[in-house]
């Protein structure tokens, strides 16, 4: 069974437009790389009934499901309430976490009043997880992954949780990138992916000063297919009176064909 | 009434991790200019029944709706077929857009072939959205605006459609940039947004080479209440130890006290 996964980003500050999410493209790479399918990310406001339902829908669908923001000291900060309620479960106070957080503020000048000690208190029935960065911690829950917002600190985190993660098997891909346009291969590609019908092909079109082409994607968990498919493509490219190149990977930027 | 809104976005490549959407963030933007509130992002694949169910969730519950990319020539353009579904309608190919596409390929040697003559294709009772850039239009139905992906596309696209939105009263906004730590000032900020119930008050930590505090947005219709509301917190941080200043905007990253 192939793992899936849903990414959810909590916060208001995301929708304004205030601060630029960058947590669900990070995390995309992360588990593109482990073979985790992402199928779906969601930016949602700090409104406990949106949260509590996207909760429930994400992880009765997803083998795993991350979340990003809303676990700060401040009143704006209901992730916590919101995952307890999602799992009919009750809020505590977790001693270790006490423990990390008084150390980390221990001869600061930084007093851990009851707002800092907010960051201690977690669902029942979860686990805490570690966060290098700045002591308060993230939680597990069932397959749900309870992160900060903020990106330093939520790598550290996903870092953390990393053999908890079982991947299934990684996509292997090889891009075609080409000096076509997408709307003369479009046809020949339709025909090649119903050809092979376990490889993949996305085709994005790309444009720089003077030129322009279309990158070609190609994904299959089989390697023999992806590269006859890639090969098929090229062919049709020299074909169609253009230059093709294949290369091994997803994020090739170089076009110099 | 205050008019609401929400993104989706189509495309593996965006899940994958492959592309970075910067769609989300800078339609973000201008509808906060526009006063229309953004309540929902989403990013989705390429998969027909996500597609439909998504548009029709999102046009029942929003003013307006918009979405990204999957309108191009290939075969993994499915984003039309998918908006004809989800509003019960047919597919034609539109007779304008035709004429646009042609007079675009005109003179270049650049074949206006069957795949490029997909980009024509809409769903009945829909209306065309010019596309200053690359000439397939994209398209209106009912409360949906169907842009391209490509950003630079989706710009024109989005210029296109401005006079077609009605925003509400732009919400005004200020910010509170001070040296204090949030985890300090959390339990007083949650004493004045009950205090001003017309304001909403988000905190965001910041941290920079040999400083920290917290940026504290508040937003209002009314600007008097917005005043005194950040004059209160200033006057917080001031009693705390700190230093602080009031910005207009909340798009402020003038840290400097």
């Known amino acids: 069974m192939v793992a899936t996964a849903g990414i959810i980003i909590i916060g208001d500050e995301i929708l304004s437009g205030r601060t630029k999410d960058t947590n669900i493209n990070w995390i995309a790479c992360k588990l593109d790389h482990l073979g985790i399918r992402l199928k779906e990310a969601r930016i949602i406001p700090d409104k406990s009934d949106t949260i509590i339902k996207t909760i429930q829908a994400f992880t009765g669908q997803y083998t795993y499901v991350f979340s990003c923001g809303g676990i700060g000291p401040t009143h704006d900060d209901i992730t916590t309430e919101c995952v307890a309620k999602a799992f009919n479960q009750k809020l505590y106070k977790d001693a270790e976490a006490m423990r990390r957080l008084k150390l980390h503020y221990e001869g600061t000048n930084v007093e851990f ?21 700045s002591a308060a911690p993230g939680y597990r829950i069932e397959n749900l992954f309870v992160f900060a917002g903020v990106p330093k600190i939520m790598w550290g985190m996903f870092d953390s949780i990393l053999t908890e993660l079982t991947g299934g098997k990684k996509l292997k891909s090889k891009t075609v990138s080409s000096n076509v346009g997408e709307g003369l291969i479009a046809k020949d590609l339709e025909k090649i992916e119903n050809d092979f019908f376990n490889v993949k092909i996305g085709s994005y079109p790309y444009f720089k000063p ?3 082409g279309t990158s070609i994607v190609l994904k299959s968990e089989d390697e023999i297919s992806l590269q006859k498919a890639a090969e098929a493509i090229l062919e049709i490219i020299i074909k169609l009176g253009g230059k093709g190149k294949i290369f091994d990977g997803n994020e090739i930027d170089d076009r110099s064909l």
Chains 1, 2 share one sequence.
């Open 113 to 133: 009043n009851e707002a800092r000690q907010k960051m201690a208190i977690v669902p029942t029935n979860s686990k805490l997880i570690d966060n290098p960065v």
């Open 210 to 212: 003077g030129s322009f």
